[in-house]
């Protein structure tokens, strides 16, 4: 079993930055992929981030790409999202996931989700 505890949210305008964290426990952090997920309000949740376990490959929605950073600390099992240059669009509850595959963009192959930490950004 994996328990992923999200944290890092806020209320920010335009332009601003944030840093999600995710810590992971339970099982062996370092073998398997992560992603980040979002869910805005009454809009499907969709890709945002993974990263392989290695930290090696990284995958971005086109949404977030050159705006937001992806990456991992296996010796604190965290995975971190960098948020710069944030919009109002990208308002939504941030998840965090773990997949056992070496990384994915596929929310149905992440078996493994945080609770959520909530971004606003106003305009």
């Known amino acids: 079993q994996v328990q992923l505890v999200e944290s890092g949210g806020g209320s920010v305008q335009a332009g601003d930055s944030l840093r999600l964290s995710c810590a992971a426990s339970?099982?062996?952090?370092?073998?398997?992929?992560m992603g980040w997920f979002r869910q805005a309000p009454g809009k499907e949740r969709e890709f945002v981030a993974a990263i392989s376990w290695s930290g090696g490959t990284r995958r971005y929605s086109n949404s977030v790409k050159d705006r937001f950073t992806i990456s991992r600390d296996n010796a604190k099992n965290t995975v971190y999202l960098q948020m710069n240059s944030l919009k109002p669009e990208d308002t939504a509850v941030y998840y965090c996931?773990?997949?056992?595959?070496?990384?994915?963009?596929?929310?149905?192959?992440?078996?493994?989700w945080g609770q959520g930490t909530r971004v606003t950004v106003s305009s």
């Open positions: 339970g099982r062996t952090f370092s073998s398997y992929g």
């Open positions: 996931a773990v997949t056992t595959l070496r990384i994915s963009v596929l929310h149905s192959e992440y078996p493994y």
